[in-house]
Nanobody
Framework: QVQLVESGGGLVQDGGSLRLSCAAS????????VGWFRQAPGTEREFIAA????????YYADSVKGRFTIARDTAKNTVYLQMNSLKSEDAAVYYCAARRGFISLYYRSSSYTYWGQGTQVTVSA
């Protein structure tokens, strides 16, 4: 079993940056596939980015490619989401998710078995 804790959310202006963290407890991320999703009020949960812990291979939604970067820190057992050039449409609750092994349909929320509590990102005009 693994428990996920997100942090780093907050209020940022248009064009600003934030770095979100997803820390694992109970187990290490070794052998896991880890993703970030977001959900704004009244919308469906949206895939943002994912990473294979063992290889470091990364995957991105078209809407954030070039602006967001997902990375891992093996020493800290943490996955980061660096968000740059933030827009109003990026405002949402951001969730970290994980599953043991490789996920083929990594963009689908139902593919993941572990979820964090979420962290709020607010973008002001």
């Amino acid at each position: 079993q693994v428990q996920l804790v997100e942090s780093g959310g907050g209020l940022v202006q248009d064009g600003g940056s934030l770095r979100l963290s997803c820390a694992a407890s109970g187990r290490t991320f070794s052998g896991y596939f880890v993703g970030w999703f977001r959900q704004a009020p009244g919308t469906e949960r949206e895939f943002i980015a994912a990473i294979t812990w063992s290889s470091g291979n990364t995957y991105y939604a078209d809407s954030v490619k070039g602006r967001f970067t997902i990375a891992r820190d093996t020493a800290k057992n943490t996955v980061y989401l660096q968000m740059n050039s933030l827009k109003s449409e990026d405002a949402a609750v951001y969730y970290c998710a994980a599953r043991r092994g490789f996920i083929s349909l990594y963009y689908r929320s139902s593919s993941y078995t572990y979820w964090g509590q979420g962290t709020q990102v607010t973008v002001s005009a």
